[in-house]
Structures are given as C-alpha cells and as structure tokens.
Nanobody
Framework: QVQPVESGGGSVQAGGSLRLSCAYV????????MGWFRQAPGKEREGVAA???????TYADSVEGRFTISQDSAKKNLYLQMNSLKPEDSAIYYC??????????????????WGQGTQVTVSS
C-alpha cells in the first residue's frame, strides 16, 4: 500500500523559501509518477510539479524557475524546494503517487494515492 505523508509546511514571508518533504513506502519495480499539487480556499486543486521514474519533470507555469522537485529513492522521500515564494503560493500542498502513468504529467486523474496535505502560508 502506498501512503504518502507530507511535512515541511509552515508560514513564511514573501520572497522566502520552504522545502516540503513527502515520505512514502514501497519499492516499485515499474514506472511511477510522483507529484505535488496544491489547493487554495475556493479554488480547484492544481498540479505544481511532477517527476517520473524515467527522470523527466514538469512544472506549472506559475512556479517554473522558482520551485524544484526532486526525489531521494534511498530515503524514500520526495521533495519540493520552493524559493521566491509569493502570497499566491499559499495553499494546502499535497503529495501524490501514480503507479500507472506512462509519462510525466500534472493531470490529477493519473494519481491514485494522495497524502493528507500540509499548509503553506506566504505573507506579504
């Protein structure tokens, strides 16, 4: 069973940085896709960044150049380094896993396993 667990959220001023972590279980002898999503109050969940087992990555336009997704397979952790944070980055951030996506994607329909989320608040 895959159960992602996020950590690392918090409050920061605009321009600051945070690093989110996602711990997961399982050694998957297959293609997999891991991603970060976020949801702000009154808005739909949106994809932020994803990384595929083929080592490809993709980012939402709104975070390109500011956020970096990475994975430590040995520690079974997924990370999201967030720099130059803006108030509009405030949201609950979720880690998600897919064991069936053939390529890198931010489409939430590919993801079957979701964490509980961690709050990120950026003040101006």
């Amino acid at each position: 069973q895959v159960q992602p667990v996020e950590s690392g959220g918090g409050s920061v001023q605009a321009g600051g940085s945070l690093r989110l972590s996602c711990a997961y279980v399982g050694d998957w002898n297959r293609n997999y896709l891991m991603g970060w999503f976020r949801q702000a109050p009154g808005k739909e969940r949106e994809g932020v960044a994803a990384i595929h087992s083929k080592r490809s990555t993709t980012y939402a336009d709104s975070v390109e150049g500011r956020f970096t997704i990475s994975q430590d397979s040995a520690k079974k952790n997924l990370y999201l380094q967030m720099n130059s944070l803006k108030p509009e980055d405030s949201a609950i951030y979720y880690c998600a896993v897919s064991l069936r996506a053939p390529d890198c994607s931010l489409s939430p329909g590919w993801f079957d396993f979701w964490g509980q989320g961690t709050q990120v608040t950026v003040s101006s």
